[in-house]
């Protein structure tokens, strides 16, 4: 993921320590925008000292002290800017020591770092930016290379982000469980998206692109650890492991989709499939079932196919139904429909789709034409199917997707 | 020196490009895929992307009380931009030797070659 | 969601540009700079480029070895793309209002030119999970 091979340990180390520093900077100085910012700043310091002067006993305390410093540092030059006409001393208090602020330190401040990110205020790429940036640890030019934006608009983006949270008023404190239930959705979508949307071409990119469904796991996996009861997180993550085992056989070599009936099963990862149906089976196991746990089970069923043909699709079907009731929208619909065929024939999916022709949510979407081409070719109706296919290809805003909507097209034109 | 390599084409060519056969669009995307790696490695690729097609295109002019006045109405005749790719090359030659190799890996369509006017803001 | 933003001109557009006054270049030019920055601003911009003139304009196709056979002559209703505007925003209507503004770009008058201005949304390099 680094540059520079040899950095990667020292890059892992300061993305585990900086929500740890923030949290601990935020809390003493009241003001998370500005300890955010001096964050960074120790972040940066540290990347380009340590390598030279090789890592300190305590590396979260130096980052602490330095972020501190900083913090002070400004506080005093806006006191002097705001006092220039008086004398008043702009000494403020001496330098807390750190092992003061270390005391105060709370395992929850990642929490409440991650709560405070994806506070509803936020728009859903202003909450992954600074989720990326406060609890992620990353760097704003890495967070600008992964979604293809300049440096500039992304570190520009965070500042208004932060400003907005600020305007909130949200304080620095753990919300209450009941607050928590309320806002956790907000959370879990934020990390769902990170994963799912940050994908970034490979065409002709120059630094080494971000691996942001990696980066995902990671911060699913550390809400976990700070909420390990939580059935809802442990499904996301569990998805997320499902998804992701399937990323070596998803993709051609020139960047085409191989769709899940076609691809090499060989190439799955194993590993990550037992950990995703391991911790399935845990968060299943406490009773209640969510959106994310149904869509992991979905996942768990493919992955455990060893051929796409021993696909148990009744098992998809029913969880589907499930998926239905618990998070019923245009998108499961849809592949609901796929399931529906798959276990009672293409016509009885293509009635379901027929529901969806007023749903002013996904009139237009691409995925209603392509899914609509794929249970028509099913049935036979060619004709109709290429029609479908075609009017996918156009609708699509994914280079890939539309290749291959074309190409199914093509395929069919041709018998 | 900068230079965009426009590929564009009319609604009823786009339809046509939609009814190409499989391997004729197996064999454009390969090619495509590999001008796009050597000007990576030769370090003259800047950047390239394919725009949505043109009916997703919609005009804007100015506002009506607050509100963008649009519209999705075009003549047939239109070209639109489906796509370009911004090379940094040495010379206009260098130019015109890669929009050839594109031209050649797309039914030798014709493709317009313009260079930047200004320094301002890159998109890096 | 990345947009382009586009400004076309026929060869006669561009002429027309080259005779305004110098205050209405540089109302233009002011105009610019501010969009911009306030694009920037706004944390949506991506990247923006003017394109060198219609007669600097060349057309390019493989000849028989592979050679390319460069022309220089154009119909004269032909459209030239003069420039534009990439962004990143949440959905279609935040690039319909921010492409109203770039309408209002001042013309040769000095007022509001209510320019067309062509908006596609920019296609993405990667393939959707189907989540």
Redesign the interface.
């Known amino acids: 993921m680094a540059d520079h091979p040899n950095d990667a340990p020292l890059e892992h180390l300061l993305r585990e320590l900086a929500p740890q520093v923030l949290g601990a900077v935020a809390r003493r100085f009241h003001d998370f925008a500005a300890a955010e910012d001096a964050v960074q700043e120790a972040m940066i310091a540290a990347f380009t000292q340590w390598p030279r002067e090789g890592v300190p006993e305590n590396p979260r305390g130096w980052l602490i002290q330095v972020a501190c410093r900083r913090m002070t540092d400004q506080i005093r030059s806006d006191i002097a800017r705001r006092d220039r006409e008086t004398t008043v001393a702009a000494e403020t208090e001496t330098l807390t020591p750190l092992s003061e602020i270390e005391a105060d330190m709370d395992p929850d401040d990642t929490l409440i770092l991650l709560f405070m990110c994806c506070h509803p205020a936020l728009t859903p790429s202003s909450a992954i930016a600074l989720t990326l940036r406060a609890v992620g640890g990353l760097t704003t030019a890495e967070i600008a290379n992964a979604f293809l934006v300049p440096e500039a608009t992304m570190a520009q983006r965070i500042s208004r982000a932060k400003q907005t949270i600020k305007t909130s008023g949200a304080p620095f404190r753990l919300p209450s469980s009941q607050e928590r239930t309320g806002q956790l959705p907000a959370v879990l979508h934020v990390l769902y998206l990170i994963f799912s949307e940050g994908y970034s071409s490979s065409i002709g990119s120059r630094l080494q692109r971000f691996d942001l469904a990696r980066e995902a796991i990671r911060l699913t996996r550390n809400a976990k650890t700070l909420l390990p009861d939580n059935a809802e997180i442990a499904g996301l993550l569990a998805l997320m492991l499902l998804t992701d085992a399937r990323r070596a056989a998803r993709t051609g070599p020139d960047e085409e989709i191989i769709p899940l009936d076609k691809q090499d099963r060989s190439l799955w990862d194993r590993a990550e499939i037992s950990e995703g149906i391991e911790l399935l089976t845990a968060a299943l196991a406490h009773g209640s079932v969510g959106l994310y746990q149904l869509q992991a089970a979905i996942a768990a069923v493919h992955d455990e196919a060893k051929q796409a043909e021993e696909t148990d699709w009744p098992q998809i079907l029913a969880l589907y139904e499930l998926l239905k009731q618990v998070s019923p929208g245009p998108m499961v619909t849809l592949n609901h429909a796929i399931a529906a065929a798959m276990v009672h024939g293409p016509a009885k999916g293509l009635e379901l789709l027929r529901t969806l022709d007023s749903d002013p949510r996904v009139a237009g979407h691409y995925r209603l034409d392509a899914v609509r081409a794929h249970l028509l070719e099913k049935t036979g109706d060619h004709q109709a199917a290429i029609k479908h296919y075609r009017i996918a290809a156009a609708r699509t805003t994914s280079i890939p997707e539309r290749n291959y909507l074309m190409t199914q097209a093509a395929r069919l034109a041709v018998d | 020196m900068k230079y965009?390599?426009?590929m564009s084409g009319t609604r009823a060519g786009?339809?046509g490009?939609?009814?190409?056969?499989?391997q004729?669009?197996?064999a454009h995307?390969?090619v495509l895929?590999g001008i796009?790696k050597d000007?990576?490695e030769s370090g003259e690729?800047?950047?390239?992307?394919?725009?949505?097609?043109p009916?997703?295109?919609?005009?804007?002019?100015?506002?009506k009380n607050g509100v963008?006045?649009?519209d999705g109405i075009f003549p047939e005749s239109?070209?639109?931009?489906l796509?370009y790719w911004i090379v940094d090359v040495a010379n206009?030659e260098r130019a015109?030797?890669i929009?050839?190799?594109i031209?050649?890996a797309s039914v030798?369509?014709?493709?317009?070659?313009?260079?930047?006017?200004?320094h301002?803001?890159?998109?890096? | 969601m990345k947009y382009i933003l586009m400004m076309n001109g026929k060869k006669s557009d561009f002429e027309g540009y080259a005779r305004w006054s110098k205050e209405a270049l540089q109302a233009n030019v002011a105009f610019m700079r501010t969009f911009s920055k306030e694009l920037k601003d706004a944390g949506v911009f991506v990247s923006t480029e003017g394109l060198g003139w219609p007669s600097e304009a060349k057309v390019v196709r493989a000849g028989k070895d592979g050679e390319p056979i460069t022309d220089g002559v154009f119909p004269e209703s032909k459209e030239f793309l003069a420039g534009y505007w990439i962004i990143d925003v949440e959905s279609p209507d935040q690039a319909y209002k921010i492409a109203a503004r770039a309408s209002q770009a001042p013309g040769a008058g000095g007022k509001a030119a209510n320019m067309p201005i062509e908006v596609r949304p920019v296609l993405c390099g990667h393939a959707d999970l189907g989540l």
């Open positions: 965009i390599l426009l786009v339809e490009y939609h009814a190409w056969p499989k004729d669009i197996e995307m390969a895929h796009n000007l990576t690729f800047v950047a390239t992307q394919g725009l949505a097609e009916k997703e295109a919609k005009v804007v002019r100015g506002e963008p006045v649009t239109k070209e639109f931009l796509g206009a015109y030797a929009a050839g190799r031209s050649a030798n369509m014709p493709i317009e070659v313009r260079q930047f006017a200004s301002e803001a890159k998109s890096r």
